[in-house]
Every structure is written in structure tokens, then in C-alpha cells.
């Protein structure tokens, strides 16, 4: 009989009894979208919980993405990373931006500074890195290239939600910050997104976007679109925050189990760790080298074989999609690091459901090569 499968990712579901008293208080207000009283109490409470001063709720990540373009008024060129998901370029291509690839860190796969000053030419505005599997970008540098070329900059951190560094969350780098809500993230809404915004002015001019423009009843003052969320999903990002905490401990425990377990397999590489207190362990990607006894793909294949559903996160790049890979960026000779990690990178199943057992499952499929190949 096949085993039940195993999700690279599930999504974080509370109690269905702890969700019945918010739907009796929208069923009672009558008010589903708009900016009701579910959608202010998640802003304030996502604000409080994160350590943010403002953020705008939106119904999905990618129209938040497109939506902070907007509010910068990005033009031209933005410089970004192909190692992502294709939502992270899309938005550029969205607003009639052209995106410019440059390669990532080996260790981090995150953009890697070092390249970027190459790429900027006069017709660059912005920026655009990720904090790919919510490990958080080399800000400082970052921020040092933009300074000095007077470029905005707008972080992917779809990955990063509750991520901190040294001084407090990572989300308050940059001009812009975008969160996903999405249901395979740590923080769920079923569907959501959101913008980490600096000040009060700029989140009013972003609440103008998502809402078509108005200001009020009869004064449209942009071309906005309709990118709110509604309260069903503002009331279960609530119940969220009250089972966040649980949730972000189990994926730190599932971490250093796999860690533990592999650490010290030859020809797989566990990226560095995130600290316990700073990082999310929204995904556990590994990268197998040319030392391990079979290929990348072989091992997904064996591993979905057994209804173990890994993920080749991100495989291909955004560069090698028809509508990027005629761009001079997206050359592979341009992108050496970003194509040897998707050809290497395996995402294993983390998610608060996850049982130890089936963490030890995966672990030895995986060592059970090393001994089969070395018999």
C-alpha cells in the first residue's frame, strides 16, 4: 500500500473551532472586504508582532509586488536574481520594467553584491533581491551600492516573515519590503500578501493603489487596482498569530533534526544556518554534489517514489523562461553560481506537521545511498 504523501510544505491549519467565533463576527458586521475591522486588527497586530511601523494587507504577494513598483514609480531597469520564483520578475515585466540578472552567492543564494555595481547602467532605478529561503540578504552592502547610485530598493522577503537580524526584523531594510500570505509560508491567510512600508505617507499613497485610486467616494488620484484583502482572510491571519510561535519552534527543531542526521553526508551540503532566534526554517534546501552517489535528480525521483514529494526549489531559473532568456542578463555564461545551484538544490519537507519519524524516514533514504553505493 502507497504511504500517505509527504509535502515539501503544508500549511500551518489552527483548531476549525478556534476559527467559528471570527466568521460569527464578520457574519454579524456584514462587512467582507474594505479595510474592515479584521483587516485594521491584522495590520496592527502583524505591525506589533514583526516590530514594523506600517504595513499594507494585500490579497497576494505578487499584486503587492506589482503594487510597490507602483508606489516608488520604478522605471527602466531593476536589477534582480533569476534563483526565485518567477513572481519576483513577473512584477517587473508587469509595470513595463526591464529586469537585469545578476548572479548569487554560492553559500547564501542570495544576490551577491559583488555584481551588482557591473550591471547598473543609466537606465537602472532599483534593486530587487530576495531573501531566498528566508535567509536574509547582505542589507548593508546593498544598501551602500543604492546609496551611491541613487537607486531604490524593493525586497522580495516572500520568504522571510518573523526574520530577524542583529537589530530587529529584516523586513525594515530597504524602501519597500514585500511579505507573501501564500498558503505554503510560515505565515498563512490562505491567500494574502503584504508591503512593509517606512512611513505613514507611503502607506496611504500604497492603500490608494490597492483600492483603484480613491481617496474617497467620488476622488480617484492613480491608476490603481483592486489588490485588497478581504476580512475572511484578515480573520484567519489573526487565529494565525496566535499559533505562530508554536509553529516557527517545530520548524527549528525539524531543522536541527536534519541537520544532525546530515550534516555529514558526503556530497550534500545543508546551506548555513539561520540562528534559532533570527531565522524561520521556511525551507530546508540541500545541495548534492558530484560526490554523492547519484545525481540530483535521480535522488528526487527515488524520493517521489516513495510518495516523499520534494522540491527542486529553484529549478529552472527565471532567466531560462521563454519571456526572460532572450534578455543579455539571462546568458548562462552571466550566471555560472545560479545555474549550478539549480542544478544541485533539493528541498526537503518542513512544515509544523511534520513528524519526527518521517524526518528520520527521509534521512535514511538519503544515507541508505551512501551504503548502497559504497557496498
Not at 503594487?67 to 536589477?79: K, N, P, S
Not at 490603481?224 to 517545530?250: C, P, T, W, Y
Not at 533570527?278 to 534546501?285: Q, S
Amino acid at each position: 500500500m502507497k504511504t500517505k504523501p509527504v509535502h515539501v510544505t503544508s500549511p500551518l491549519l489552527p483548531p476549525l473551532e478556534e476559527f467559528i467565533p471570527y466568521l460569527e463576527r464578520i457574519w454579524e458586521s456584514r462587512i467582507l472586504t474594505n479595510a474592515g475591522s479584521m483587516h485594521q486588527a491584522l495590520e496592527k497586530a502583524l505591525c506589533s508582532y514583526l516590530g514594523v511601523k506600517h504595513i499594507a494587507l494585500f490579497a497576494n504577494g505578487t499584486l503587492a509586488l506589482v503594487t510597490a513598483l507602483q508606489a516608488l514609480r520604478i522605471t527602466g531597469e531593476v536589477i534582480t536574481t533569476p534563483y526565485s520564483f518567477v513572481a519576483t520578475a513577473h512584477s517587473l515585466l508587469w509595470n513595463g520594467v526591464k529586469p537585469v540578472f545578476v548572479d548569487i552567492d554560492p553559500e547564501t543564494l542570495n544576490l551577491d553584491p559583488a555584481k551588482i555595481e557591473a550591471a547598473i547602467t543609466p537606465q537602472t532605478t532599483a534593486i530587487m533581491p530576495v531573501h531566498c529561503y528566508g535567509t536574509p540578504c547582505d542589507v548593508s552592502a546593498i544598501a551602500r551600492i543604492a546609496d551611491t547610485y541613487n537607486l531604490k530598493v524593493i525586497y522580495d522577503a516572500a520568504h522571510a516573515f518573523a526574520v530577524r537580524d542583529a537589530r530587529g526584523s529584516v523586513l525594515r531594510h530597504g524602501d519597500l519590503s514585500i511579505l507573501s500570505f501564500h498558503a505554503t509560508k510560515v505565515f498563512n491567510t490562505f491567500e494574502g500578501g503584504a508591503i512593509v512600508c517606512p512611513d505613514a505617507r507611503t502607506k496611504q499613497r500604497i492603500d490608494h493603489l490597492k483600492n483603484f485610486g480613491f481617496v474617497n467616494e467620488t476622488t480617484v488620484v492613480a491608476p490603481g487596482i483592486n489588490g485588497k484583502m478581504h476580512e475572511v482572510s484578515a480573520a484567519f491571519g489573526l487565529l494565525q498569530l496566535r499559533h505562530i510561535d508554536r509553529a516557527l519552534a517545530r520548524r527549528a527543531e525539524i531543522d536541527a533534526q536534519y541537520r544532525q542526521r546530515l550534516s555529514a553526508i558526503r556530497g550534500l551540503h545543508c546551506l548555513p544556518r539561520v540562528s534559532r532566534d533570527m531565522g524561520n526554517h521556511a525551507y530546508f534546501p540541500v545541495m548534492i554534489d558530484e560526490d554523492f552517489p547519484i545525481s540530483r535528480d535521480a535522488l528526487y525521483q527515488l524520493m517521489r517514489a516513495q510518495n516523499i514529494l520534494v522540491r527542486r526549489y529553484f529549478h529552472p531559473l527565471i532567466s531560462e523562461f521563454p519571456m526572460y532568456r532572450g534578455l543579455p542578463s539571462a546568458t548562462p555564461g552571466n550566471l555560472p553560481v545560479a545555474h549550478a545551484a539549480a542544478r544541485r538544490v533539493l528541498c526537503l519537507p518542513i512544515h509544523p506537521d511534520l513528524a519526527s519519524a518521517e524526518v528520520d524516514r527521509i534521512c535514511d533514504l538519503i544515507v541508505a545511498q551512501l551504503r548502497m553505493h559504497a557496498a
